[in-house]
């Protein structure tokens, strides 16, 4: 993991024995005998658990997180909608969504998988680049919009989600947003602020516009939404990849792998080249490495607003900001088409 990732150190492992909830018992099959419920795995923001029962004499195994706040509930549904459409489009690289819903305890709840075994460590990039790569050729959207049709979260921030006729529009829709939590979070910052009104006036017209004019179009695919080295992992057994813990939209695919970009390393950089040797990069391609880094810049913005006490996130966030405003906002007054 790189130094800038390691910097998200709050993940808590789950141990010891877990008491069902009568509710998440309903959702399983009927006949069902529950044998343990044990923490299992790390989370940053919710509980999770290994569930065994035994059915018509078979041992079978949930994964089960349960979340509790106020925010649970839009949380787990949320999740519960991105991974079931991901599943559909790649099943044999992410976890079944089985049921969500409110424990008797309305603080909390929960969501249930089909579980998987992983290994320690990434999995090999051929079959992850692979498994992204289908998961974004295997829908579109067919109504062409770019958004989601219910609020997802990264991490405990919600997303905007709001249908959008661009790319553009939705981007821009989705940064003003996490900008503004960050200020929430974090407090005010002239410098930011300062920062914030040539990046978003000027450099994400400027580098996302072209993507959509002069005749060029771009197809909304599923998007995983924060496929971070944190969200995905090797099988057991396989070695095949295991995406989890989506904030799904329909978007830009290269969006996708722009979370590659804070680890500055050799496996990062080999998963882009990869994936677009299986999908080109878009028109107008002399812009992708900026545009890269644009989308990373949502990335800094998340983390900066979801660990408001590491004072690196906001100084990450503004650096690359400032980078590419003084490469596409001083001196430029309008986007190319």
Not at 18 to 43: F, M, N, T, W, Y
Not at 286 to 301: K, S, V
Request: include cysteine; aromatic fraction near 10%; hydrophobic fraction near 35%.
């Amino acid at each position: 993991m790189s130094e800038y990732f390691e910097h998200q150190s709050n993940a808590k492992a789950h141990h010891g024995d877990i008491e069902l909830d009568g509710r998440i018992i309903d959702k399983l099959p009927q006949g069902a005998v529950v044998k343990s419920c044990r923490g299992h795995g790390i989370s940053n923001w919710n509980r999770t658990a290994h569930l065994d029962f035994v059915l018509d004499g078979q041992l079978h195994s949930y994964f089960l997180k349960i979340l509790t706040g106020p925010k649970g509930r839009p949380m787990v549904h949320g999740e519960y909608e991105s991974m079931r459409l991901i599943h559909e489009s790649v099943p044999k690289f992410s976890p079944m969504p089985l049921a969500w819903g409110p424990c008797a305890d309305p603080t909390k709840h929960f969501i249930l998988f089909t579980f998987h075994e992983l290994s320690e460590g990434l999995p090999p990039i051929p079959q992850f680049v692979n498994a992204v790569a289908q998961l974004h050729t295997v829908k579109r959207n067919p109504s062409g919009k770019f958004g989601f049709h219910v609020t997802t979260y990264n991490g405990t921030l919600a997303q905007d989600n709001t249908w959008c006729d661009t790319w553009e529009e939705f981007y821009m829709k989705g940064m003003k947003r996490i900008l503004k939590l960050e200020e929430e979070v974090r407090g005010p910052s002239s410098e930011l602020r300062k920062i914030s009104v040539p990046f978003l006036s000027k450099v994400i017209p400027r580098l996302l516009r072209p993507l959509e004019t002069q005749g060029r179009k771009i197809d909304p695919v599923l998007i995983h939404g924060d496929l971070w080295i944190g969200n995905v992992s090797a099988q057991a057994g396989s070695n095949d990849p295991l995406m989890f813990d989506a904030s799904a939209f329909w978007g830009h695919n290269e969006y996708e792998l722009s979370t590659m970009r804070p680890l500055k390393n050799e496996w990062a950089k080999e998963c882009m080249e990869s994936y677009h040797a299986l999908i080109p990069r878009s028109e107008p391609v002399e812009d992708w490495d900026a545009r890269n880094a644009l989308y990373a810049i949502r990335t800094y913005a998340h983390d900066s607003a979801l660990y408001p006490d590491e004072p690196k996130f906001r100084e990450k966030l503004m650096e690359e900001m400032q980078n590419l405003v003084a490469q596409f906002a001083e001196g430029h007054n309008e986007a190319r088409g």
